[in-house]
């Protein structure tokens, strides 16, 4: 590596893959539980593994994300990190704060975490996704700001790219936009309003600056492509995603209690939405078209093609599937949803950090890329984690077609559960997709113990 | 992209795009606040309801259920179960889930409430069933 300072991305990416195995695990607990719905009832209910699922994704998105930024803007600031002691410190705090809320959340009941975390001081706990008792939430602020100044300082000392100042602006907004998880109002209409601010405004508003500038750097990178040309392209991306995306918040806003033109404003913003990923997607094939060099690390170049393409899928072609008010009216809340987040997670924010890892873990270990083997398995592990991913998209887009049908659209609508059971068959496919995904993840970590004929350092 | 755009324009579009856009947010945002009170029942709060969304979020109802549409897709709505079940007809389900689950099926916890509890729980879903939103769901099954 060009900065010996980089080298503090590699906890980081460790940390990233082992709670991305966590995740999974539990996953496989869900979807198990919609077959057999008391297994490891009352030890593990349901909601208690759903957020472990949950809030494991996110953890380890935040730490490929940190990882990432510290492994590049060393490189792209051509100087080295400001504190590379402090990114060491934060991950110690991060990962010990990680795991005992994990711990909380499997311990204790929930309300008795909340109890004894000083959730009577300041409730915001038990929102989707924003579970985190206080102090873990207090720790993800502190993280994010010592953090921020790290890389900011590192930034401002150093070379500033037009990548680094779009990866700036990602994270800031990120951390900005994660203060909205402490404004819960005792009015459930405005608190579900403002709970989008952090919820939605990152995952189709600021992550996806996170994402461009990742893409941008490895295709300079592995392509070789004139940097001119790829931070122009960057630009005109996050521009589509943030002038679709920001209004777009709007297609959360039709049945929580907001007025009604929001329908308007939501369908047509979210409609566009695809665009910015398609044109991510153009850009990364157009990219290793155009390529002047044939970079040693194919693996890497394979997931910055795949999370174009997946991310497109995921989260524009599903996205949209649902978006227009009309069609959402019927789908809101269903397995269709389930359906596109899980594609869109793993096609935008799991496929990039598995890019970002792919491209800078060989040389955190001393080398341009890794031997054959290694990458050979590594590509199967893509392919097969990928294409289980399509098929979980699948059988879920089945089962929430059905719900609907059965629920909300036929003249004789049935109970939630009487539906549920009658579509049973496609969460069944959906576990075993999921197994399919697990022997894929298994694949990927072996690919790093594989040895072989290592590419010598560039 | 030809020559002729070059890097600094999309660098103008970017930050001219996005300041327009978010403050069209900001503003449509602020046009909802001045007509929220006419939607979402706020003159209606109590402190039971306050205490029933209290008990709704330590007890991560939110993991499981929807409400308006929102949270976990395994088990029923719930922005508009009193008006499947009744008030009465909610606290006994809720009072009635055997502590080791159903064998076989889906199973809620039991959270032992007491009668206020149940009582703040049950006026906190009525209230949401008060909002309007734009007549969602579309039938009473949620």
């Not at chain 1, 966590?22 to 539980?33: A, C, D, N, T, W």
């Not at chain 2, 402190?47 to 929807?66: D, F, M, R, S, Y």
């Amino acid at each position: 590596m060009q900065y010996k300072s980089q080298a503090v991305a590699k906890p980081y990416f460790i940390a990233a893959i082992g709670l991305f195995v966590g995740q999974i695990l539990f996953g496989l607990i869900l979807g198990l539980q919609y077959v057999l719905g008391d297994f490891l009832f009352p030890a593990i209910p349901f909601n208690v593994a759903r957020m472990v699922h949950t809030n494991l994704l996110i953890v380890w998105l935040l730490f490929g994300f940190m990882g990432g930024a510290y492994y590049m803007i060393p490189e792209e600031s051509e100087t080295e990190l400001f504190s590379p002691k402090l990114a060491l410190a934060l991950f110690w705090i991060f990962l010990v704060a990680g795991a005992l809320t994990i711990v909380g959340y499997l311990a204790v009941p929930y309300a008795t975490l909340a109890e004894l975390t000083g959730n009577n001081l300041l409730e915001t706990m038990g929102r989707e996704f924003l579970e985190q008792p206080l102090p873990t939430k207090l720790g993800i602020v502190v993280v994010a700001l010592a953090f921020l100044f790290n890389i900011t300082m590192t930034v401002l000392k150093g070379k500033k790219t037009s990548i680094s100042i779009v990866l700036l602006l990602g994270l800031w907004g990120l951390a900005v936009f994660f203060l909205f998880s402490f404004y819960n109002p005792v009015n459930v209409v405005l608190d579900k309003f403002f709970w989008w601010w952090t919820v939605h405004l990152w995952v189709e508003g600021v992550w996806e600056l996170i994402l461009g500038s990742f893409l941008a750097f490895v295709l300079i990178k592995t392509t070789g492509v004139d940097r001119e040309v790829i931070e122009k392209w960057l630009y005109v991306i996050v521009t589509l995603t943030l002038i679709t995306g920001i209004i777009g918040t709007g297609h959360h806003y039709f049945w929580i209690g907001t007025p009604e033109y929001w329908q308007w404003w939501g369908s047509i913003f979210s409609a566009l939405e695809p665009i910015p990923f398609f044109a991510m997607t153009v850009f990364a094939f157009n990219m290793v078209n155009r390529r002047r060099r044939e970079h040693p690390n194919k693996a890497a170049v394979l997931w910055a093609l795949g999370t174009g393409v997946m991310a497109f899928l995921g989260a524009g072609v599903w996205g949209f599937l649902h978006t227009l008010a009309p069609v959402n009216y019927y789908t809101h809340g269903t397995q269709i949803t389930a359906a596109h987040g899980h594609m869109a997670f793993y096609g935008a924010y799991a496929m990039v950090n598995l890019m970002m890892i792919s491209y800078a873990m060989p040389i955190l270990r001393g080398r341009a890329a890794n031997g054959n083997k290694s990458q050979v398995l590594e590509m199967w592990s893509f392919w097969l984690m990928t294409v289980a991913m399509v098929f979980i998209t699948l059988f879920l887009t089945a089962a929430g077609i059905l719900q609907v049908w059965l629920q909300r659209v036929s003249d004789t609508p049935l109970p939630f559960m009487v539906a549920q059971e009658k579509i049973q068959l496609f969460y069944w496919m959906r576990e075993w997709a999921g197994v399919a995904f697990l022997i894929g993840l298994i694949l990927y970590i072996a690919s790093f113990f594989a040895g072989g004929d290592e590419k010598e350092a560039a | 992209m030809s020559g002729a755009f070059t890097k600094s324009m999309a660098r103008n579009i970017f930050y001219g795009g996005t300041v327009f856009f978010f403050l069209l947010f900001l503003a449509l945002s602020f046009d909802t606040h001045s007509q929220l009170p006419k939607r979402d029942m706020r003159q209606n709060i109590t402190p039971q309801i306050a205490e029933g969304k209290k008990l709704w979020e330590v007890n991560n109802c939110i993991g499981c259920h929807t409400l308006m549409g929102e949270g976990a897709y395994f088990a029923p709505e719930l922005g508009n179960v009193v008006v499947r079940y009744g008030d009465e007809g909610v606290k006994a389900f809720i009072q009635s889930r055997p502590k080791d689950g159903i064998p076989g099926r889906r199973s809620m916890p039991q959270f032992n409430f007491t009668d206020e509890q149940l009582n703040a729980i049950v006026a906190f879903l009525k209230h949401v069933n008060s909002i309007n939103d734009a007549n969602w769901p579309p039938n009473d099954q949620g």
